[in-house]
């Protein structure tokens, strides 16, 4: 009878680990018995922000809808885009996704992320206060919230210890200061490139952002690969002179974006191309460094609109989400004039939307310099929704990497880079 | 005969219920189901485990499984069969191969630096030449790289390994030479740091391993070898290494297993860069899934990683089983 009990207690064991186990696969269509929905929201943006101002927001969005309840789910850049892809292929992405403009061809085309033009149409949704929308094929998948540029930073104190009495404003001036710089010597140099493979956005803000400076693109207009473009092998031509004349800081070739930051930050270059965001990093880690931010440099000869790259926060509803009307309620809040200028405001961002006014006043006066620069110019990142942009710039960074190496020339990195992005594009 | 016998047995008078009843519920239970008590019950306590190993581990494993037999998994909602397709697209993959003599190259030196200095640092805390609280000092010393997270071990070793960083300010300040070494961003180093790395992070396990098998030798074995007039040379040979044969096989096909694994270290540091010198078979597939979004090829590399390390794995159990 004990042997009995203990079997039989070892079974229901079993089987309640069986059922949970089973049952940990299966989803919550996020309703309660009260009628009110709670919708999951996943995106990184929370850790970035001052501790507890987005919490704050959605408290915020809830006392507007008392029948929607959010919950966030925070986390890192990188964790955030794992477990995105994770839910995409499997279908249980969280109902409201925070977007980067690189991930959304893939996802759209896997059917993981809701057509927002027919939730916009749904909701009676005035489309012309959005800066921008991002499409695949005419239909917009992701909305920027939050844009991010990348200006030239530039150290003040070591322009002035070198010599440079004036800021770079051409390729040839910023080369002529990044020698001047490195000439100080020690352990400081021009500018610094990074090019680590793992994460190689440093093609898209380090290397390509000298071609849009220039009101260049990559692109032809029907959106294939134009990278044997006379524009484009000035670029890397021009990478490659840095990289010659021993300006760029060693390492680059597995250099990390948080590793130019630091090498700013300490003094050890420059100048560089980086996040608006990063500000108040910088002078949180190093308050006496003196630097400012300025236009990109362009070619010597082009007097056009200068290009400036972006990254942006952006947001879609999950395709798979039993709550889009109210996913889209949330879209919406975060979209209205007030709180996108509140959200741009905590994120030292730019808004997503064209009637918001980020509040400057008790930022830092960068920022309003910064703004300046992008209302001269315009926003350019020709890589947000291409497909698998990531595995792009990749596939680049790997062939630039052999010609700053020597192992090849420019022009056979552009027709192998050509080459690569023709199969995917 | 039985059978026949019962044929034409006279019938027997009906038994009484009270009697009958007891009869009929015990006859089927009796020894069929002692049997399936006895039989049964392990399968019973076992039950919880299996289910999990059947849910977390067996149910993945067919699914990548079959994944590797279809094209374009995951990112299509109907992917078609393709047979060994995926497998051909990996195996003439240059990066892939790449990533295969990479691989092979930092397990093997990662496994042999290891048992080396495992041994090395075990034998010299075993020792009776140093007293009891140097040995002490040393062992907590020692063990410490093994006590950083993967996360931690990258960001020390990044920072001290940077162009500017303390390893090239040590070797240009004292050991005279001119310009730094670019340790993980040169191609003709990368791989030989970050496999220096990994046996920095990884050795106290041996030694801590090999230490224990260092205490159980029996203090007879060496006295015996004394008597026979064994130096210590002679003795660390005929009689310490044959004792710890078994565990240092066991540990370095485990080594060899734990090291084709290592994703993160290599994720963190280098990213499989610079010109691909570091790529391994682990962040090969990462990328493949979640950069290419190559779910198909991906699956396919980790079946190959999947059968590469069940030879390892079965040598490590015929091992076991001849303990």
């Known amino acids: 009878m004990t042997r009995r ?43 970035e922000l001052p501790a507890g101002s987005f919490d704050k927001l959605m408290t915020e969005f809830t006392a507007q809808n008392p029948n929607i309840k959010v919950k966030l789910l925070s986390g890192p850049y990188a964790s955030t885009k794992q477990q995105l892809v994770s839910g995409a292929a499997s279908k249980t992405l969280p109902d409201v996704v925070g977007l980067d403009g690189a991930w959304v061809n893939d996802f759209a085309k896997q059917g993981a992320i809701a057509d927002l033009s027919a939730l916009m149409t749904d909701a009676n949704y005035d489309q012309n206060q959005l800066a921008s929308q991002i499409q695949i094929q005419g239909t917009t998948y992701m909305i920027p919230v939050v844009n991010f540029v990348y200006p030239l930073f530039v150290n003040n104190d070591l322009l002035s210890k070198a010599g440079v009495t004036t800021p770079p404003s051409t390729r040839t001036e910023f080369l002529d200061a990044a020698k001047k710089v490195t000439a100080l010597g020690g352990n400081v140099k021009g500018w610094a490139l990074p090019l680590d493979t793992a994460v190689p956005n440093g093609i898209q803000n380090d290397v390509m952002s000298w071609l849009w400076a220039s009101g260049g693109t990559m692109l032809t207009k029907d959106g294939k690969p134009d990278l044997t473009s006379a524009q484009v092998k000035s670029t890397i031509e021009y990478v490659k002179s840095l990289n010659d004349a021993d300006v760029i800081a060693p390492g680059s070739l597995t250099m990390k974006e948080q590793d130019k930051v630091e090498k700013f930050t300490t003094g050890q270059v420059g100048m560089v191309i980086d996040s608006l965001a990063h500000i108040n990093l910088i002078k949180k880690n190093n308050p006496s460094l003196n630097f400012t931010v300025l236009p990109l440099p362009a070619e010597d000869s082009y007097t056009g609109k200068r290009g400036i790259p972006y990254a942006s926060w952006g947001i879609g509803v999950a395709d798979s989400s039993e709550h ?50 992008y209302q001269a110019g315009y926003p350019a990142n020709e890589f947000v929704g291409l497909p698998k942009s990531e595995d792009l710039m990749r596939s680049f ?28 594009l | 005969m039985n059978s026949a016998k019962l044929d034409h047995a006279p019938p027997a008078p009906p038994a009484p219920v009270a009697v009958v009843a007891p009869q009929t519920r015990a006859a089927p239970p009796g020894r069929a189901r002692r049997f399936l008590a006895k039989s049964g019950a392990p399968f019973g306590y076992l039950s919880p485990t299996m289910i999990l190993i059947f849910v977390l581990m067996i149910i993945p494993i067919v699914m990548v499984i079959s994944y590797s037999f279809k094209d374009n998994v995951i990112v299509q909602q109907n992917s078609v069969f393709v047979g060994f397709a995926n497998y051909t697209t990996v195996l003439t993959d240059p990066d892939f191969l790449a990533a295969l003599k990479n691989t ?12 080396v200095l495992g041994l090395g640092f075990a034998l010299m805390l075993n020792t009776s030449l140093l007293s009891g609280w140097t040995k002490a000092i040393f062992r907590i010393i020692y063990i410490l790289p093994w006590l950083f997270t993967v996360a931690v071990i990258a960001v020390i070793w990044r920072l001290m390994l940077d162009p500017s960083g303390v390893v090239n300010y040590l070797l240009t300040t004292l050991g005279g030479m001119q310009e730094g070494v670019n340790w993980l961003s040169d191609p003709g180093k990368a791989l030989w740091a970050l496999t220096f790395i990994n046996i920095w992070a990884g050795f106290p396990f041996f030694m801590i391993s090999i230490l224990a098998g260092l205490q159980g030798i029996s203090g007879d074995l060496y006295e015996a070898a004394s008597v026979d007039g064994a130096g210590p040379v002679r003795q660390f ?87």
Not at chain 1, 29 to 45: I, K, M, N, R, Y
């Open chain 1, 5 to 47: 009990r203990q079997l039989l207690g070892v079974m229901a064991v079993a089987a309640l680990l069986g059922t949970a186990a089973v049952g940990c696969g299966g989803s919550d269509d996020g309703a309660s018995a009260d009628g009110s929905v709670t919708l999951e929201f996943a995106q990184w943006w929370a850790p």
């Open chain 1, 324 to 373: 889009k009307a109210e996913a889209f309620k949330l879209v919406e809040f975060l979209m209205s004039k007030e709180k996108n200028a509140e959200l741009s405001t905590l994120a030292n961002g730019f808004p997503g939307n064209k009637t918001a006014e980020p509040d400057f006043s008790n930022s830092d006066p960068l920022f309003k310099t910064a703004f300046d620069i």
């Open chain 1, 397 to 424: 960074d790997e062939q630039l990497q052999l010609t700053l190496t020597g192992k090849q020339s420019a022009d056979h990195t552009l027709s192998k880079a050509q080459e690569d992005w023709a199969s995917v």
């Open chain 2, 104 to 115: 092979f190259v930092f397990i093997t030196v990662s496994t042999v630096a290891h048992l």
């Open chain 2, 237 to 323: 040979w005929n009689v310490t290494i044959p004792q710890l044969r078994p565990v240092l096989i066991s540990m370095a096909v485990l080594d060899l297993i734990w090291t084709s694994q290592q994703f993160a270290l290599i994720w963190m540091t280098t990213g499989g860069g610079p010109l691909n010198v570091t790529e391994m078979l682990s962040t090969y597939t990462y990328k493949q899934a979640f950069s290419s979004y190559e779910f198909a090829t991906a699956s396919a590399a980790a079946v190959i990683v999947l059968l590469l390390t069940m030879v390892l794995a079965f040598f490590y159990v015929r091992l076991q089983k001849e303990r």
